[in-house]
């Protein structure tokens, strides 16, 4: 087994293992703020991890103490116009969409605090597991910067007065919390984080890579589209998922009574 990181850049740090590959994001200091270098290096991970057939499963997770803070206040102050603005919250949102259609699962490990675009961040995964520790916020508007990009995940994942509520009063909720509101799948104690969330990742290691590949693609193609649209997409997906190789012999293993061939 090898883990050790293999990425050189120092603000996303890169590990595999078992097929189970780790982002780290690499600015404690800062609380992980989202800055620009950062954004284009977790481009680039991710274009390298798509491509990747080696590569069952992708965690998400922070150095040190925190998730991520959001965007880098800073940097955006320095930008000085709109244009740059924009310009920057693009490519953030680029990267975001990048998360969707990686044919992998993604699963966000969030070891502390997620506000603002780290909270986005965690909605954008696929999955989520959160330290006890950890707490979630949508805070922008406390500056008197709504949170505008993070709007378009937490509404895709909460309630529609829960999302609201998270963005129109900034106010952070703590894990258990965000467990009972859906923003993330599981809770952990927080020297088991990462073991949850590996334990999660092995039992997704182990279905067909292919096959949660066109899970995953049709699971968020249908949640826009029409009630017949979906069930048209839906039912020709499933046709083609059957046609292939690992259904035909998963089922002919099921009748048999025997393990899917996977897991022999």
């Known amino acids: 087994m ?3 990181p293999i990425s050189a850049d120092p603000l996303v740090l890169r590990s595999v293992a078992d097929g189970v590959a780790t982002l780290t994001l690499n600015r404690p200091a800062q609380y992980n703020a989202l800055s620009g ?4 290096a977790l481009n680039a991970e991710l274009d390298a991890l798509a491509a990747d057939e080696t590569v069952r499963v992708l965690i998400l997770t922070g150095a040190g103490r925190a998730f991520c803070a959001g965007h880098d206040l800073k940097e955006m102050q320095a930008l000085q116009s709109a ?20 044919p992998q699962p993604v699963i966000a490990a969030v070891n502390g605090v997620a506000t603002a675009a780290g909270c ?3 909605a954008q995964c696929d999955l989520a597991v959160a330290s006890e520790h950890a707490r979630f916020a949508a805070s922008g508007v406390n500056l008197g910067l709504f949170c505008s990009t993070p709007a378009v995940p937490l509404s ?7 999302a609201a509520e998270m963005l129109f009063t900034g106010e952070f ?3 258990e919390q965000a467990l009972d509101w859906g923003l993330v799948n599981r809770v952990a104690p927080a020297e088991r984080l990462m073991e ?8 997704l290691r182990s279905k067909p890579r292919e096959v949660l590949a066109l899970g995953k693609a049709l699971f968020y193609r249908q949640l826009e589209e029409s009630l017949k649209d979906a069930y048209a997409d839906a039912s020709h997906t499933i046709a083609q998922n059957f046609a292939g190789e690992s259904a035909r012999e998963g089922v002919k293993a ?5 393990p899917p061939p996977w897991k022999t």
């Open 254 to 258: 099921f009748l048999a009574k025997l």
């Open 156 to 162: 895709r994942n909460l309630s529609r007065k829960r």
């Open 83 to 102: 244009a740059g603005v924009e310009a920057l919250f693009t490519a953030c949102s680029a990267m975001m969409r990048k998360l969707t259609a990686l």
């Open 196 to 203: 949850t969330a590996r334990e999660l990742a092995n039992n």
């Open 2 to 4: 090898d883990d050790r």
């Open 120 to 122: 986005q961040l965690v």
């Open 37 to 40: 270098a950062m954004l284009a």
């Open 173 to 175: 909720i703590e894990a």
